[in-house]
């Protein structure tokens, strides 16, 4: 597990984000805000979420499934072909962008350069480019944080349903 001091709550993650309830809370309201709202398409949300869980070597995160990407139709074939996503017609060209910003993102953010920017940003409203961009952060921090804190990973690929603030666990 981790060499923090945790409480019993839930996930490991919510174990660990637990022992301040307040921030527990936090972090329940920020995922549900990104899977519940439904502001981005949750496929394009967990293709970069598992992209960077990869890039990052987080294990823990690279067994979870958000029910969201499921029900929107992500299955296992388009997550193998995630390394391959340049070259895949598997992937659509704003999906393409998406992961090419998301890998830039987690390699160095300010060489993220005007084309990419530009690529991603026309798929997407105001409100929902600024919703991904938060889900990117949020996405590599959770990762960094379970390596950091050396929180395991499931045994087998685990299905998250649609987190809500007040119910369910954030893993």
Known sequence: MTWL???????????????????????????????????????????????????LGCDAELQLRYQPAIEAGLGELKISLIPEYTASPAFSAHERACLALTEQFVFDAHGIDDDTFREVSSGFSTEQLASFLAALSYFEKVSRMKLMLELGAPDGTTIVPCPHPDTGVIY
Do not use: N, Q
């Open 5 to 55: 001091e945790t409480t019993d709550a839930g996930s490991p993650l919510e174990a660990v984000l637990g022992t301040d309830p307040d921030l527990l809370a936090h972090f329940r309201d920020v995922v549900a805000r990104f899977w519940s709202e439904k502001l981005v398409d949750p496929v394009v949300l967990e293709i970069c979420r598992l992209r960077i869980a990869k890039l």
